[in-house]
């Protein structure tokens, strides 16, 4: 039972850790509020559907996952790839119940995707999505979500559907038109989000005071104007039975962006509760997380929520502000629906230019320049998928951006493993096997010695086949000793092409021969048949039993004596 319902691991615990639960989770209401509200308008949903979100994905998620500290709900990151996936069939402004409708659907096939994910046991897939993909696509996600909200700053109206070139193109023509008591206020809301920042004792609080006394000086300015718009009517209740619109035609038009909003969610999930796990050093279950995520978006759906994820911020002030259990995050939720169910009308004077101020700061925050430094310093592959999926993100769909990202990782990943490091190896002055590309070596007349670092598959063939073609043009040296203590598997394309190298070796030469060889580099080998038709008399634990073995082979002398077998052989 503990397996299905994790809760029933940490639920006794809570007896113990309600005081400090508590306190987190009312610091993780005053926290979601205005994130809730930013993060609906992000995704071009009414901002109720940000606040239904955050009540009832914490919950389930809590109930379900497997890390403690980790909160669930609205996220920048899903919240402009559901954007931009429905956006390319309708948009928010023309009609925002289709919208919605289109939004909670995508949602629950999300959750579904994410639920069979985790039911398979493949959470090690998220592994496959390098940093360097997760962290172009924030970077430029948070420039995306950034320009987006220039409409709102700067108060002029930009065409529907621009994409980021043509706001850029626009708002410089049109500059002229600034709507400066909108500009004002917005300009007014971040700057006051960012000195209450600095401050050590209110810094968690700085979304919420900046919303707040931008809403003041919209509310001052607006007795000399009447044009700084505000978010409206706040319907004050709870989230809503309703059914999904279970469409085909538009089940079938938005799998795609499910597939990618599922996964990018879930690495989400595993990055931040993995980066939580490293200080409170709690054994973490991948799999379960990714179940939790699955069934916590696929129930909210029926009640007019949209998709989540893993929240960052939220995340890291729950285990800051001293949570010790997920009954923090149920605590967060249930103070949102008595925020909302008693002081929602308040919420209706938020200014947009003030969201569009606080938004602009949540995208800065999106972008990592310290891992972005890192990774322009390390690595010129790194840097090259950071690029494109940071481009591909500004430029094309996102969804072809993330796509992108993934290729070239596994691509560069694929190109390092298809080229084994392999090196011939003599004696050393101190009769010690080292590379003979250090420095000056002693090597057997007889008797050549490679050693293998890496993983003889599909991809690695051909490096390797035309490694052992020149090798085996190399006069005098009939017999081959592998060192094959660094090959970590051989698949069956491996073996094949092993088992006819040995062959050829021993009908034409003296022999291939392995010392070191691993369990379960032998697997394939065994299981194929492949060691029987090699023979398994050529496979040695160490290298001297190998080379004592080899030498009583040898059948002529041995013109350059490296090994004390050499002065043995009497050939």
């Known amino acids: 039972m503990n397996k299905i319902f994790p809760f029933l691991d940490w639920l006794p615990l809570a007896k113990q850790t309600w005081k400090d639960d508590l306190i987190a989770g009312v610091t993780g209401t005053i926290i979601v509020i205005p994130q809730a509200v930013a993060f609906a308008m ?5 901002p109720i559907y940000g606040f239904y979100t955050a009540m009832l994905t914490p919950v389930i998620a809590a109930i379900f996952g497997s890390s403690y500290h980790l909160v669930s709900g609205p996220t920048t990151t899903s919240s402009i790839v559901l954007y931009g996936v429905i956006s390319k069939f309708i948009h928010p402004e023309n009609d925002i119940e289709a ?3 289109l939004a909670i659907l995508l949602s629950f096939m999300a959750g579904i995707i994410k639920l069979i994910m985790g039911l398979a046991k493949m959470g090690k897939l998220v592994n496959f999505v390098s940093n360097s993909v997760i962290i172009g696509f924030s970077a430029g996600a948070g ?3 950034a320009f987006k909200q220039l409409k709102h700053i700067f108060g002029i109206e930009v065409p529907q559907g621009s994409s980021f070139y043509h706001i850029i193109q626009y708002i410089s023509l049109h500059i002229a038109e600034t709507n400066w008591y909108a500009f004002s206020v917005a300009v007014g809301t971040l700057s006051i989000a960012l000195i209450i920042r600095k401050i050590k004792k209110i810094s968690r609080l700085y979304m919420l005071i900046a919303m707040v006394l931008g809403s003041l000086l919209a509310v001052w300015l607006s007795k000399y104007t009447g044009s700084i718009q505000t978010v409206g009517v706040i319907p004050s209740h709870l989230p809503p039975f309703n059914l999904p619109n279970f469409n085909y035609a538009d089940m079938k038009m938005l799998t795609s962006g499910a597939i990618i909003l599922a996964i990018l969610g879930l690495v989400e999930a595993a990055a931040i509760s993995r980066s939580i796990a490293l200080h409170t050093h709690q054994q973490l ?3 379960q997380e990714f179940i939790s995520q699955g069934i916590s ?11 989540s994820s893993g929240s960052f911020t939220r995340s890291s002030i729950n285990y800051q502000s001293g949570a010790k259990t997920p009954m923090s995050a149920i605590i967060s939720a249930i103070g949102l629906m008595l925020v909302v169910l008693l002081f929602a009308k308040y919420a209706a004077f938020l200014p947009k230019p003030a969201m569009g101020g606080i938004i602009l700061l949540v995208g800065y925050n999106l972008i990592d320049f310290q891992h972005i430094k890192q990774i322009i310093n390390s690595s010129k592959r790194e840097l090259i998928v950071f690029g494109a999926t940071f481009l591909g993100t500004l430029f094309l769909d996102l969804q072809i951006a993330l796509v992108l990202g993934v290729f070239l990782s596994l691509f560069f990943y694929l190109e390092r493993t298809s080229k084994p490091n392999i090196a011939i190896l003599g004696l050393d002055e101190n009769k010690k096997l080292i590379n003979t590309i250090r420095k000056e070596t002693t090597e057997c007349s007889n008797l050549k010695i490679v050693r293998i670092d890496g993983s003889i598959y599909f991809g690695a ?3 390797v086949s035309n490694y052992f073609t020149e090798l085996y043009k190399t006069e005098g ?7 094959a203590d660094g090959i970590n598997f051989i698949d069956l394309a491996g073996s094949e092409w092993l088992m006819h190298e040995v062959l050829k070796w021993q009908e034409k030469r003296g022999g291939i021969y392995f010392s070191g060889m691993k369990i379960i580099s032998q697997d394939v080998l065994k299981k194929g048949g492949f060691l029987k038709k090699m023979g398994y008399n050529i496979f040695f634990n160490t290298k001297k039993d190998a080379i004592q073995e080899i030498h009583k082979l040898i ?3 041995c013109n350059v004596k490296a090994f004390e077998e050499c002065k043995t052989n009497t050939h």
């Not at 992000?42 to 009414?46: E, V």
């Not at 978006?297 to 998709?307: A, L």
């Not at 040296?477 to 060192?483: Q, S």
């Open 42 to 46: 992000i995704a071009g949903m009414p």
């Open 99 to 101: 919208f919605v409708s």
């Open 143 to 145: 420039v995306l979500i």
């Open 285 to 287: 279950n991948t799999n």
């Open 297 to 307: 978006n696929t129930i909210s759906s029926f009640f007019s929520c949209y998709t």
């Open 461 to 463: 063939i051909e490096e």
């Open 477 to 483: 040296a009939n017999h081959l000793l592998i060192v």
């Open 555 to 557: 059948n002529k002398p």
